[in-house]
């Protein structure tokens, strides 16, 4: 069966930390993985990792991807209290069948 | 802008009640999905197509159906709500081809009392 985990499942920090969620995944036939970012609606896309882009940066956001070690690794730095979000992190696999598989999901909490 | 739409964002309805959940999309997207999430928990995989006429369960098991009649239309029915169905229903689509993510709808919150 298809599983990502994802930690801390809870993370509370002050504005201009810098934060590491981490996402570690089992699945078949991996294909790519994905961060998400939700706040009180509909998960919003951040980034995608597959074989062949295993690093992304977009302003202070940036992930890697280890798929040796089958995890990735999200970081926000010089937080800011509108990172605050649960980080959904998904692996998509499967083969022909392909679908998203998400973790739990990070609660980030930045305060002012 | 969202591309994907869902309604009701917000429903509260007695046991017992047949509803249905509306997703549309405007991006010609042939795969479209439902998940389910529970607060704090991960969302879960319960219907998914891959384009018209074509409906298969996800690896939730639930007690709700779909169909896709149309490439931008994937209504979710449920025939008889129960209180254990409360939850948060998630619609989401891609274009065909595997490397995409998924564009998601706002959500409808359900609520069975």
């Known amino acids: 069966e298809d599983k990502v985990v994802q930690s801390p499942l809870s993370l509370v920090v002050h504005e201009g930390d810098t934060v590491t969620l981490n996402c570690s995944y089992e699945?078949?036939?991996?294909?790519?993985l994905l961060w998400y970012k939700q706040e009180k609606k509909a998960p919003t896309f951040l980034f995608m990792l597959?074989?062949?882009?295993i690093e992304k940066k977009s302003g202070r956001l940036s992930s890697i991807l280890d798929k040796k070690e089958l995890s990735s690794i999200l970081n926000i730095t010089a937080t800011q209290t509108g990172d605050s979000a649960i980080y959904l992190c998904?692996?998509?696999?499967?083969?022909?069948?392909?679908?998203?598989?998400f973790g739990k999901g990070t609660l980030l909490t930045v305060n002012p | 802008e969202a591309d994907i739409y869902q309604t009701p964002r917000y429903l509260v309805i007695g046991t017992g009640k047949k509803i249905t959940l509306e997703c549309s999309q405007t991006?010609?997207?042939?795969?479209m999905y439902w998940y389910q999430q529970d607060p704090g928990m991960e969302l879960h995989l319960i219907h998914y197509?891959?384009?018209?006429?074509?409906?298969e369960k996800g690896d939730l098991s639930s007690e709700s159906t779909v169909s896709r009649i149309r490439t931008e239309h994937f209504p979710l029915t449920l025939e008889s709500a129960r209180p254990s169905h409360t939850s948060q229903y998630l619609c989401a689509s891609r274009p065909w081809g595997a490397d995409y993510g998924y564009t998601f709808g706002s959500g409808t919150r359900l609520t069975v009392v």
């Open positions: 991006m010609g997207h042939d795969k």
């Open positions: 197509s891959y384009g018209v006429n074509s409906t």
């Open positions: 998904a692996v998509g696999g499967g083969g022909s069948n392909y679908k998203l598989t």
């Open positions: 699945v078949t036939n991996f294909r790519s």
């Open positions: 597959t074989s062949s882009g």
